[in-house]
């Protein structure tokens, strides 16, 4: 596979060149951006998957839903819908996608929304007779005909941008430039314990501005795992087999955390769509033991046959150093920016 991704090197010569024209026509106004007056904040990556920005997303809800009306706007990846849809009753993983879902699940105080046109599904919102006073867009950095206010831009510890190449070389959609538009740019997945040391490598291998501030979160999993009425502390389960599964883009850290000798661990792609014959094959396999997966997979697999043996392992983004300087951050902006309407 490394071979082949260095043969196509000349490919990612050319995507590199049309993305960074692409760039600059939007940088000069020859292709439009629209901006809304409301708060808007753009969270997203330059590499394709992987990064985390379902708990960071999830942790910007927790601090701004309690003082604002917040609403989500998310490409909807793998859904079974088209164009503007606006979470309610009716809507499941597979019509609204499962990490949208997820949201409207644990949130059920937001606006939880998915359209591929950011501009139309923003212009939906406020239409909505009870409008959003803040909107999250997820996965939205590379998004430029809308101009969000402020810029977050996630990036792994152990798959700093600033390493990878363009596709199909590496693993970057655009440019190692395109950083420069982050207000904030976060180094996720680190380990518990990165020293300042490290932390200060790292801040000059990325090359941030001045004015660009640095974060630095792990995953902090929770020391229970949850089904729809009950849970179980992890430290209970012992040394008892079980069956973990896990649809996302990097599962490791999720397998490392839970697995003991006997365990059976199943990965499949991320956003994956469970087939009926894949979900009858895992309940064989699992033999009755408890299956535990990831929040995102639980969503997607949470009304099959597998609902009374089914539980799920939450994730949150915690910050290795300075989350009050973090968060006053994002409050200033939305605060600025909402008396500035």
């Known amino acids: 596979m490394k071979l082949l991704r260095n043969l196509l090197f000349p490919f990612a010569v050319i995507y590199g060149v049309i993305t960074t024209i692409r760039n600059f026509l939007f940088d000069v106004g020859f292709l439009k951006s629209y901006a809304f007056p409301i708060p808007i904040i753009a969270v997203g990556n330059l590499s394709v998957g992987g990064t985390g920005k379902t708990p960071q997303i999830e942790y910007l809800i927790r601090l701004l839903s309690g003082k604002y009306r917040v609403a989500t706007?998310?490409?909807?990846?793998?859904?079974?819908?088209?164009?503007?849809?606006?979470?309610?009753?009716?809507?499941?993983?597979?019509i609204l996608g499962d990490e949208p879902f997820q949201f409207f699940q644990k949130f059920p105080a937001i606006q939880v929304a998915v359209d591929a046109n950011r501009k139309n599904g923003i212009e939906q919102l406020l239409s909505q007779k009870s409008t959003p006073e803040i909107i999250l867009l997820d996965d939205a950095y590379q998004h430029r005909k809308v101009k969000a206010g402020f810029y977050m831009l996630l990036t792994a510890y152990g798959d700093l941008y600033a390493n990878d190449f363009l596709l199909p070389t590496g693993n970057l959609r655009e440019s190692r430039s395109g950083a420069?538009?982050?207000?904030?740019?976060?180094?996720?997945?680190?380990?518990?314990?990165?020293s300042m040391a490290e932390q200060i490598s790292v801040k000059s291998r990325l090359k941030l501005a001045d004015n660009q501030q640095l974060y630095f979160t792990f995953v902090d999993y929770e020391d229970s795992i949850y089904a729809k009425d009950s849970k179980i502390e992890i430290i209970d389960l012992g040394n008892e087999?079980?069956?973990?599964?896990?649809?996302?883009?990097?599962?490791?850290?999720?397998?490392?955390?839970?697995k003991k000798e006997n365990d059976i661990c199943l990965t499949f792609p991320d956003h994956h769509n469970f087939s009926e014959s894949e979900i009858i094959a895992i309940q064989k396999q699992a033999k009755g033991r408890k299956i535990i997966t990831t929040e995102k997979d639980y969503v997607r697999l949470k009304d099959s046959i597998l609902f009374e043996q089914l539980y799920y392992l939450p994730i949150r983004s915690s910050f290795i150093n300075n989350e009050k300087e973090f968060d006053q951050t994002i409050l200033n902006y939305v605060g600025t920016s909402s008396r500035n309407r």
């Open 241 to 258: 087999s079980k069956l973990l599964l896990a649809g996302i883009a990097k599962p490791e850290p999720f397998f490392e955390y839970l």
């Open 180 to 194: 420069q538009r982050a207000a904030i740019v976060v180094v996720t997945k680190c380990p518990k314990n990165l």
């Open 73 to 94: 706007l998310s490409r909807g990846y793998k859904r079974q819908s088209e164009g503007f849809l606006l979470a309610d009753a009716s809507v499941n993983a597979a």
